[in-house]
């Protein structure tokens, strides 16, 4: 996949391969929705992993999805933001 970013695939393939995640949620800027799909097709080329888009605001790395509906979710993937300390230990949240 060709992109003016490094948006780290490589490194969020191998993370989503430790934790055996199922289902991750992607989480991209403005700036960086219109890649969203294509890097998600990337990621489920490369693991057994489901990705799910939001393509809700973001408002920066504070901005995690409201998904406590969504129980099944094993990992969060936030896109062009710098690290976030998340208190909820339920789900894991990366930044790439």
Known sequence: MESDYDLEIDKIVKIIKKEK????LLQFPDGLKPKATQVA??????????CIIWFG????ACDIPQ????????????FGHTEWHVKN??????KA
Do not use: M, P
């Open 21 to 24: 995640a199922k289902l991750v």
């Open 41 to 50: 097709e990337e990621i489920e080329k490369q693991t057994k992993a489901t």
């Open 89 to 94: 230990k339920n789900i894991k949240v990366i």
């Open 67 to 78: 998904v406590q509906h969504l129980k099944e979710i094993d990992l969060i993937i936030q």
């Open 57 to 60: 605001s973001c408002f920066g």
